[in-house]
């Protein structure tokens, strides 16, 4: 792993969650960052925090990923601030368990916008400087559901499936331009997320032992930045979980019926 001391890191939905604990750990080794969410009260504490404790540059603002003009003249004021981004961590993002009938257009629509064009949008900001640079690496923060579809979250995991067939496109476009392209995939995690997702908090409670941790998440990240990793799945009993389903699809779904109906 390459210091991250004096480097560049852009995070989105960096206000809370996993998001913030990047920041946390980012500071802690030395990376100047440009936080960037929705709150920007939180955001703000999250600033005072990280420079009170560490000898560090934070920048904050106040960003909607769903408006991709908000994104192109933000990142364009970033960047000619900062000079250059080395890391740039998609974040932002949410979902909402609904079964597929039920789901409201405008849900769906919000979903997309936020956690894929959103997501693409802030890649294409910070592509052409770190090609040029031939340095740089992009993480997207996708999900288990992204490789297992579970009832209830047919939207969500649709929304995933397509940030991990762009990252692993992207993977392959940038593998001359010494450009890192790497996902994440985490199982649950203990954080607010639920509080919109999981509105009966149904889900929460049937899986609440096997929660993450999101300081666990945040290290499994901070430590693999500026290398050459394709995946980061967590935890791993659930990610073999997934390879069986690739594999074995109808048997994986006929087991699991009741663990995936507990939404």
């Known amino acids: ?35 960037l969410a929705r709150g920007i009260d939180k955001l703000q504490a999250l600033k005072g925090e990280l ?10 603002h ?15 004021m970033v960047l000619s601030e900062i000079g250059h981004a080395d890391i740039l961590v998609n974040n932002a993002g949410f979902g909402i368990f609904d079964l597929a009938h039920e789901a409201k257009i405008e849900e769906i629509k919000s979903m997309f916008a936020v956690n894929v064009i959103g997501l693409m949008a802030c890649t294409s900001m910070v592509l052409p400087g770190m090609k040029q640079r031939r340095s740089g690496h992009i993480i997207n923060i996708a999900s288990q559901a992204g490789k297992i579809a579970t009832p209830k979250s047919s939207v969500y995991s649709a929304t995933k499936h397509a940030v991990l067939g762009y990252t692993n496109s992207l993977r392959m476009e940038l593998a001359e331009d010494n450009v890192f ?29 096997f929660m993450l941790q999101p300081e666990y998440v945040a290290r499994q990240v901070v430590d693999r930045m500026m290398t050459k990793t394709r995946e980061i799945n967590l935890p791993r009993w659930m990610n073999a979980g997934s390879i069986f389903y690739s594999l074995f699809p109808r048997a994986f779904e006929r087991l699991g019926k009741k663990a995936f109906n507990q939404k």
């Open 181 to 209: 392209v790497t996902s994440v995939n985490p199982g649950p995690i203990a954080t607010n997320f639920f509080n919109i997702a999981d509105k009966q908090g149904t889900y929460v409670k049937n899986v609440e032992r």
């Open 62 to 76: 106040q960003l909607d990923v769903s408006d991709t003009d908000a994104i192109k003249a933000m990142f364009g």
């Open 51 to 60: 420079e009170s404790m560490h000898s560090v540059k934070v920048d904050v």
């Open 1 to 35: 792993m390459q210091s991250l001391t004096g480097k560049n890191i852009i995070i989105t939905g960096a206000s809370g969650g996993i998001g913030a604990e990047i920041a946390r750990l980012c500071a802690e080794r030395g990376a100047n960052l440009v936080l």
